[in-house]
């Protein structure tokens, strides 16, 4: 997923920041508000006026994914709060308090009514809304406050008392919260731009109000922990996240916190600066910071990266700033730095809780987590904060410390700790409807869940009430009917059922006289009738549970509808019950017959209501309205006396039923109402028309006739009236009610709603009810209904008040005249909002008997108990009576109930009937047919018998008594098609068993790598066994990366490939380059050189080598500097020690000398043999993966055993059979005995009880069969273990194979054919052959023997070679017991290691964090004072400068000028300058610390001295017959003078303070290196701590007598505790080193002695050296005198050059000449070229005018030759004109020649057109040719 970015701003700025500018904030907060004025009760105007110019301030983030503009925008809100906050000058006084009376919502009255505003007084609440957010909070211990719809609840636990706070908005109350010190509490409401009212708590007086937080409702509030800021966030759609001054009323902090939902938003405990907000998909980490623009809420976004996105309900935040949320799936989620640091999870990675996580809380060290499934968990709190990543899941398994299940049927929500001293006692909000006390002490006297209320869980669905009493039952979505006592406000009874209810009615009293039953439909369709009762009426047996107040009896239960029951309703009579569905049908039933059912109609749309008509009616009539807009009035049925098994369905048909189908004319009000307001407006026009006319008559009578003959004012043009529009989809009817015979009323949602329609049925009926279409005939304007619609109507008792339930949960009470529901007015109504505004709709409205109280039910869980105003109201306390149980009552038995919500209805139970008994009889009628067929087979089997009975030739073939073979293929394929259809049938049950076999597998036989084989001897009983070895455990597997394997950093490849990538950049760069210039070298060649190319090049290269031999020479001095540079710096210092000595003299101090014991307090573990966990883990796995490898070895050996003898088994088998067959020629007196065939025990070969075939599993199940009635474990022993494997095949368990020894085929040529011995049997054998017969048998006999040594010989060498690996493994099962030791003791080591893991991690890092702080802080020593040393020499230069100017001065100057004192002056004279750069802009201080200057040059004290003289001069004119080139240049050598003495005081500064800088290091340094060593000092006894506590784990080492050499008086101690294990190896390698040290002893003394003489001899060669060096200097100096006459500096003289931009100069000159005169010989080439083409153009212009003469004489001829042609006119027109002639000629060839042109052209364009067409050149006629110049 791509998620949005992280950060609103920079989010990098420290809590100390955050803190400071939070202080800041409030210090000048507290500065801006003044103390002179205080707010009063009569200042409120002041607050409304502050906060309405805070009204713009609004959440200004647009877009989650641009966090940048959020906080832009944050900011320029947070300066405006900040300039408003500059204009606050009065402060709210601590004892100001609002009115609440002037505060809450009142209810609205009509003016200028009689309706008195207290007509309606809460009484009581019964409901409440547990599926809000964080609605249960704790007061006090005895005092719990919940929301209620538009009430504030205050619940006393101990009394069960409420007190309520009314809605100030009328809008509904979003959230609360409660102040820390639970002196206050907070009541965010809904609305537009609702407020936060603040209460004082226990007085709950209004004590401050916040304002536009937001636009339409409040999501969550909290406190900080000090109680004085309060953050709020509201809810769709701007989600603004506010933070209050709550005590002054502003707000300090504003801005938008997410584009999704927001649930929750909370300060951090440790520090109030930070927020956190979690939602939908989202968790967002906020921090209060001072940024350049102010104060503002920087908010970092949760990354989830590969954790799937979550909503989060629950989260905490911890001290260390991470933070734990929950998700949902249940597993938590660890925020470190906006990350997911790690999911936590149970082991076998189960998740913590079945569900989402909706609260976290810490409390005394311990996480507390709630979850949905109704768990509350404890967890570690170290655990959960140390928590890291271990493998790439992102997941770490805990567990719980404990953990408690409140209940079965449990949602969990919220919980609130009770602050009982000595206790643990929590609240606990449960969602599916009741708050819990639960004791989480985990201890032996922990009490358990108590559930102290029980509540409607959901919308409630229905109400009613007692005819007799003041009961109220109600039903709900959440399975239950409930009985409450509303008059003494008690809950009194409560039945849960499978199935929701959906309607309720109270049975009248007709039907029972008592008034103790109830009928509830429900969600499945099922309608039961339950009696009421009074327990303690009942006998009381031992045992029995608690006794309540009443209880409910399942008295009927029956099933009507296959859908959800809508409406219940008795008639008048108490003869029928009419129950109504969503099926489309109304059930009518006999309440006198037991409700017998009597049938059922048919209805048009689904029933929302049902009402009969009252006694006013002279008939009795069901009223049945639909919500789609139809309205049907159905008479009573008739009973009819019919056999009940003859009736076939119970639809009645023939009922005369009217109908009304509802058609929209609310347009056509809206149409009539605008015309009469027309009409109106010009009437009152008219009117007003009129009376300005008579007074203007009264004005001017006299101009009477004038005004009348005034045109009349024209009329304004109106505009058109409102359509008439029919809404496509009819407006649902909402309810309704009877107002006299055949007329209604009936409320509509949707468009039509605002309105009540008086409706009547038409007095014809139609067959068709869709195609009818009726309007009514009158309708009633509700006021303020268009977009709250009436859900529910009800009257009083006596019917003076009409009761109206509103869609946003508001009560409207209409007062009518006595008995006339014709409603003549409902103009005045009083209205309340009582219910939730947004999804609080009301359901269910009714009034008690005796019209005393007004009961209400919501969709918000909520139900409300009112007084009905009266003035004979007496207000005494009662109670409602609970009936007492019938007589007989606990005789008479209960009825089955229906639970199962596919069972079948009345009338599918009755055509299911009739179809069984259909079914019955069709199976009748098969038998008969199937008996008749039976017959037919008989017959047909004898004619088959007979025709087999005939001879060949006269049978009938097969195929001939088939009288169709279409019929035989049929029945083959629908038998394939059978077979088809039963597996699959079966295929979901084979898939089943195969996913069962394939976890079994998976459980127990895949992570084994090899089962436990035996194998036994053949002759012997020895045997030997495999291992039963399981995969490698997960320690052989862990292997942590060491440095060498581990992946390098991204900082390391970067250092690593980054050069050469940009060498090999560099390089591919210059080869680019290189080969550019050779391609232009290269076209430089061809073209040959001029004379001044050639000059400009032999400069060039004359430069060049002047210069490349400086650069030689410069190159060769750098080269020896370096050189001796490098001699220099491997020169040893005076304390040098060579490395291998240190390391040397180290490792003695390490290893030689006394060793201590670990068990010696003062030992000191080396660094490399300091142990932790994950190398004891390293260490643990590689004895795990040797004892592996061990056994996997040992377990190959005995699987190769088992192969050699099954090889055996079967050579003795081949061996056996042809034993027998010599056995059968030799007589029965030679026979050998048989050696018996070994045989393969079940135990060896383990792997066949996973091979099964059909038999075995046939077998299997016939011992099922058997054996059913006995244990599993049996019937496996007895069916698998026998009837896996199959015995071997053939005779005595023989198996034949081909294989045999060589002389076994010479053997089995011997066998004689029986038949051809009894032919000779009575010849007597000759000599001859009796020979041969003995030859024969003494060979024989000898195979006999041989045969049976054999088999003897294989047996042998089988069972010694088991008994040889069998001892190899005895040994080895040794040493597997000592690694089983081993292990343990690694293990218990690991585990002792990790509990100091955690401690040494800190330590560690802290040591690593001191390292490393010192060595920065040793680096930064060392750049100062290489930074230091640098200034230095800086300084040294500007003195050597200084020095140099004063010396080249001098020098300038001469010897013997008399001005050189007045000069020097000059130059010495201090001038006051004004700075460039002031950065301290104070130049006097500046000025004075240059002077008080410590360190001032020898120059400036030669000044000081001269300046002493007291002499005045004037520096600003030169004197006469002074040189003025040389007061000149002192002028400016003193301006230099004065920017080195600058410099010098800047770099001397610098020094200074670098210098305190070094100090300051240094000392940093010392504490640092003495905390490094305190730390390693820590650490170190930690680690002797650590070494101690495993010295204290006990380690079992088995040891032979001969092994132990501690002897006390020749015999072994009965104490080893004082004695050492040692290896033999360690002791024979200590033994021997004593001999090592002795020799190299020997051998250092013999190497002191070389190296002392080879000092020596050294000291000697460098003395010698230096007399050289000595003599060399003397030498090159003579050398130098005798050439150039003085000392020179030699490098100077090597590169020396020449003057570069000289010759450089030179060039350019050169090269500008050549390119001067390449230009003036172009433009002698322009000139000629110009010349040329002037003289042909004149050449053209004289052509030209020869042309033009010979036209001019053509001209001529042609005149005069017209001249004649007039002369001959008349001749002209005689016969036809040559012109005429040669003009036709000339237009034929013409068109001719356009013709060919066009088709010419056509075939080019079609040619063209083709792809790859050849376009010829253009045709040109010869016509068109010579036509041309005619043309011209």
């Not at 042809?1218 to 050998?1232: D, F, G, N, W």
């Not at 071997?1288 to 011997?1310: L, R, Y």
Request: hydrophobic share 35%; net charge negative; aromatic share 8%.
């Amino acid at each position: 997923m791509k998620e949005p970015d992280d950060q609103d701003t920079d989010g990098h700025k420290s809590k100390s920041d955050g803190k400071q500018s939070l202080k800041s904030f409030k210090s000048e907060s507290r500065s801006l508000m003044k103390e002179d004025e205080t707010l009063t009760e009569g200042d409120e105007s002041y607050l409304e006026e502050e906060n309405t110019d805070l009204e713009h301030v609004e959440g200004s983030s647009s877009s989650y994914q641009d966090d940048d503009l959020e906080t832009t925008r944050a900011s320029q809100e947070t300066m405006a709060v900040e300039e408003e906050a500059v204009e606050v000058k009065k402060k709210i006084s601590e004892s100001f308090y609002y009115d609440y009376m002037e505060l809450a919502s009142l209810p609205f009255v009509t003016p200028d009514s009689n309706i008195p505003l207290d007509i309606l007084t809460l009484v009581h609440s019964f409901g409440y809304d547990c599926r809000k957010r964080a609605n249960l909070q704790l007061l006090d211990n005895n005092t719990i406050l919940y929301i209620a719809g538009n009430q504030l609840i205050l619940l006393n636990l101990k009394t069960k008392e409420q007190n309520y706070l009314q809605s100030c908005s009328g809008q509904g109350i979003g959230v609360i919260g409660v102040h820390p010190h639970k002196t206050h509490f907070a009541v965010a409401e809904k609305g537009s731009f609702p407020k936060i009212i603040i209460y004082e708590y226990p007085s709950q007086r209004p004590y401050r109000i916040l304002r536009d937080g937001t636009e339409r409702a409040y999501a969550y509030v909290d406190f900080n922990n000090n109680g004085n800021l309060l953050a709020s966030v509201g809810s769709n759609p701007d989600y603004t996240l506010t933070i209050w001054n709550w005590k002054e009323e502003q707000p300090i902090l504003r801005t938008k916190a997410f584009p999704q939902e927001v649930y929750k938003v909370t300060f951090n405990p440790e520090n109030e600066e930070q927020l956190t907000t979690s939602g939908s998909g989202h968790i967002k980490f906020w921090e209060m910071a001072f940024t350049f623009t102010g104060l503002k809420l920087q908010g970092f976004l949760g990354r989830f990266g590969k954790t799937t996105t979550t909503d989060i309900e629950g989260y905490i935040e911890l001290p260390d700033g991470k933070v734990l949320s929950g998700s949902t799936w249940g597993n938590m989620l660890l925020w470190e730095a906006g990350l997911i640091k790690v999911e936590l999870c149970r082991n076998g990675r189960k998740s913590c809780h079945h569900g989402p996580i909706n609260q976290i809380m810490l409390d005394e060290g311990e996480v507390i987590t709630v979850g949905s499934d109704g768990c509350v968990r404890i967890w570690d709190f170290e655990t959960i904060d140390t928590a890291d990543v271990i493998n790439d899941t992102g997941l770490l398994e805990i567990e719980p410390m404990n953990e408690l299940q409140v209940g079965k049927d449990v949602k969990l929500s919220s919980m609130i700790k009770m602050n009982e001293i000595g206790s643990n006692f929590w609240l606990a909000q449960d969602a599916n409807g009741a708050i819990w006390k639960l004791d989480l002490s985990f201890s032996n006297i922990t009490q358990d869940p108590e559930c102290l209320f029980s509540f409607h869980a959901g919308a409630i669905e229905a109400l009613a009430v007692s005819p007799i009493t003041y009961l109220m039952a109600t039903t709900a979505l959440d399975h239950s009917v409930r009985i409450y006592d509303f008059a003494g406000k008690t809950p009194l009874a409560q039945m849960k059922f499978k199935q929701g209810g959906t309607a309720l009615t109270w049975v009248p009293q007709l039907v029972s006289y008592t008034g103790a039953q109830i009928s509830v439909g429900f969600e499945d369709g099922v309608v039961r009738i339950l009696e009421i009762y009074n327990p303690k009426g009942l006998a009381v047996f031992a045992g029995r549970k608690k006794i309540l107040g009443a209880d409910l009896h399942l008295k009927h239960v029956f099933k009507p509808h296959t859908a959800s029951v809508t409406a219940l309703a008795y008639d008048r009579d108490g003869e029928f019950l009419a129950t109504g569905s969503k099926d489309n049908t109304v059930f009518f039933f006999d309440i006198e017959k037991e409700y017998k059912p009597i049938g059922y109609i048919n209805t048009p749309g689904p029933v929302c209501q049902l009402t009969w008509s009252t006694m006013a009616h002279p008939f009795s009539t069901l009223l049945i309205i639909c919500e789609n807009g139809y309205v049907l009035e159905a008479p009573p049925p008739t009973m009819k006396e019919e056999d009940d098994q003859k009736v076939v369905s119970y639809e009645i048909k023939h009922m005369s039923i009217k109908c009304f189908h509802f058609s929209s004319v609310k347009s056509k009000i809206l149409r009539l109402i605008e015309i009469e307001k027309r009409e109106e407006r010009k009437r009152l026009k008219e009117k007003e028309r009129e009376e300005r006319r008579k007074q203007l008559l009264e004005q001017m009578g006299d101009e009477e006739e004038e005004l009348q003959e005034e045109e009349p004012v024209e009329e304004e043009e109106e505009e058109p009236l409102p359509p008439i529009f029919i809404p496509p989809t009819p407006s649902p009817i909402l309810c309704g009610f009877y107002s006299e015979p055949g007329k209604f009323w009936v409320s509509l949602g949707g468009y039509d709603s605002g309105f009540l329609y008086h409706c009547a049925f038409p007095p014809y009926a139609m067959s068709d009810f869709k195609a009818q279409k009726d309007e009514p005939f009158d309708f009633r304007f509700l006021e303020d209904t268009e977009d709250n619609p009436v859900q529910v109507i009800t009257f009083s008792i006596s019917q003076t008040m009409m009761f109206c339930g509103m869609r946003n949960g508001a009560i409207r009470i209409y007062v009518l005249n006595e008995d006339d529901l014709s409603l003549p007015t409902v103009m005045d109504y009083w209205h309340f909002s009582v219910h939730d505004n947004n999804y609080g709709c009301i359901k269910s409205i009714a009034t008690s008997f005796d019209d005393r109280f007004l009961m209400t039910v919501g969709t918000d869980s909520n139900i409300f108990v009112f007084n009905i105003f009266s003035e004979f109201m007496l207000w005494q306390e009662i109670k409602a009576t609970v009936p007492s149980p019938r007589y007989g009552f606990e005789a008479e038995v209960v009825p089955e109930d229906i639970e199962d919500p596919k069972a079948y209805s009345i009338e599918s139970a009755r055509r299911k009937r009739e179809h069984d008994k259909l079914m019955k009889e069709m199976e009748e009628i098969k038998a008969g047919k199937r008996e008749q067929l039976k017959v037919l087979r008989n017959e047909f089997s004898k004619l088959l018998a007979m025709n087999e009975e005939l001879p060949k030739h006269m049978q009938f073939k097969r195929t001939d008594f088939d009288l169709d073979n279409k019929i035989r293929a049929e029945i083959n394929r629908k038998t394939a098609y059978k077979l088809h259809q039963v597996e699959l049938e079966l295929a979901w049950e084979k898939e089943k068993h195969e996913l069962g076999l394939k976890k079994l597998e998976n459980r127990f036989r895949d992570p084994l790598e090899s089962d436990s084989i035996v194998v036994h001897a053949i002759q012997s009983d020895h045997k030997i066994f495999s291992y039963r070895l399981v995969q490698p455990s997960k320690y052989s597997r862990f292997k942590r990366p060491s440095q060498a394997e581990r992946r390098p950093s991204k900082l390391e490849r970067l250092d690593k490939e980054g050069p050469g990538r940009k060498d090999s950049q560099k390089d591919t760069g210059g080869s680019v380059s290189i080969q550019e210039d050779s391609i232009i070298e290269k076209g430089k060649k061809f073209r040959p050189k001029t004379l001044s190319e050639i000059m400009v090049d032999n400069q060039i290269m004359k430069t060049r080598k002047l210069i490349l031999k400086a650069e030689r020479a410069k190159r060769k001095i750098q080269e020896r500097k370096k050189e001796w540079e490098e001699l220099y710096k491997s020169k040893p210092a005076d304390d040098y020690e060579d490395p291998k000595d240190l390391v040397a003299i180290k490792e003695a101090q390490l290893y030689m000398g006394d060793f201590n014991l670990k068990t010696a307090p003062d030992y000191k573990i080396p660094e490399h043999m300091r142990i932790n966990a994950a190398k004891k883990e390293e260490e643990l796995g590689h004895l795990d993966s040797l004892v592996h490898s061990k056994k996997r070895h040992m377990n190959k050996c005995i699987l190769s055993l088992r192969d050699l003898k099954v090889a055996i088994i079967e050579e003795i088998q081949c061996l056996v059979q042809e034993l027998k067959a010599i056995q059968s020629t030799l007589p029965v007196s030679k026979h050998i005995p048989i050696p018996q065939i070994p045989q393969i025990q079940l135990d060896e070969v383990p792997e066949k009880r996973f091979h099964y075939d059909e038999e075995i599993l046939l077998n299997f199940k016939e011992h099922q069969i058997k054996n059913k009635d006995e244990k599993f474990f049996q019937v496996e022993q007895t069916g698998l273990g026998g009837a896996f494997i199959k015995p071997s095949p053939g005779k005595d368990g023989d198996v034949a194979t081909q294989e045999s020894i060589p002389g076994s085929a010479k053997g089995g040529g011997f066998n004689l054919d029986l038949s051809n011995l009894l032919e000779f049997e009575k010849a007597e054998p000759t000599d001859t052959e009796l020979e041969i017969m003995k030859r024969d048998e003494i060979k024989h006999l000898y195979m006999q023997q041989y045969l049976v040594n054999r088999i003897k010989e294989l047996i042998v060498t089988f069972d010694a070679e088991l008994r040889v690996l069998r001892h190899q493994k005895l040994k080895l099962d040794i040493q597997m017991k000592l690694s089983d030791l081993h292990h343990i003791t690694l293990f218990q080591e690991m585990l002792l290691l990790k509990n100091f893991e955690k401690q040494e991690n800190i330590l560690q890092e802290r040591v690593n964090s001191l390292d490393k702080e010192e060595q920065f802080m040793q680096w930064k020593i060392n750049e100062t004072f290489k930074e230091m040393e640098e200034k230095k020499s800086e300084i040294s230069k500007l003195q050597d400068q200084e020095k140099a100017l004063y010396a080249g001065f001098q020098t300038a100057i001469g010897e013997n000028n008399k001005f050189a004192n007045f000069l020097m002056k000059v130059l010495k004279k201090k001038i006051k300058r004004v700075k460039k750069k002031d950065v301290e802009k104070d130049a006097d201080e500046d000025e004075e610390s240059e002077e008080s200057s410590e360190e001032e040059s020898s120059l400036e004290s030669d000044e000081d001295e001269s300046g002493s003289e007291n002499e005045v001069f004037d520096d600003s004119i030169c004197p006469t017959n002074c040189d003025v080139g040389l007061f000149e240049m002192a002028l400016q050598l003193r301006e230099k003078r004065l920017d080195i003495e600058e410099a010098l005081v800047e770099e001397k500064k610098i020094v200074e303070n670098l210098k305190k800088e070094y100090d300051t290091l240094s000392k940093k340094v010392k504490v640092v290196a003495a905390n490094l060593n305190a730390a390693e000092e820590d650490l170190e006894a930690y680690q002797r701590e650590k070494q101690q506590r495993l010295n204290e784990l006990l380690v079992a080492i088995p040891l032979k007598l001969h092994q132990i050499e501690y002897m006390a008086f020749g015999e072994i101690p009965a104490d080893l505790s004082g004695t050492l294990v040692f290896s033999n190896h360690s002791l024979d390698r200590l033994q021997k080193r004593i001999i090592q040290l002795q020799e190299e002893n020997i051998k250092q003394q013999k190497l002191n002695r070389e190296y002392r003489e080879r000092r020596k001899q050294l000291v000697r060669e460098k003395r010698e050296m230096a007399k050289t060096i000595h003599k060399m200097e003397e030498t090159v100096t003579q050398l130098m005198i005798s050439k150039f006459g003085r000392v020179i500096d030699l490098e100077a003289l090597q590169t020396l050059s020449v003057n570069v931009t000289l010759e450089e100069l030179k060039i350019k000159k050169l090269r500008k000449e050549l390119v001067n005169a390449k230009e003036m010989k172009m433009w002698e080439e322009k000139i000629a070229h110009v010349r040329w083409e002037l003289m042909t153009k004149t050449k053209e212009h004289t052509k030209k005018l020869h042309q033009m003469n010979d036209l001019c004489i053509e001209k001529k001829k042609l005149d005069s030759r017209l001249n004649t042609l007039q002369n001959q006119q008349g001749n002209a027109f005689q016969g036809p004109r040559k012109a005429d002639v040669e003009a036709m000629e000339k237009v034929t060839e013409l068109i001719q020649a356009q013709a060919q042109r066009i088709s010419a052209l056509k075939e080019e364009i079609t040619v063209l057109r083709k792809k790859g067409g050849l376009i010829l050149p253009p045709i040109q006629s010869s016509q068109v040719n010579e036509i041309k110049p005619t043309d011209l």
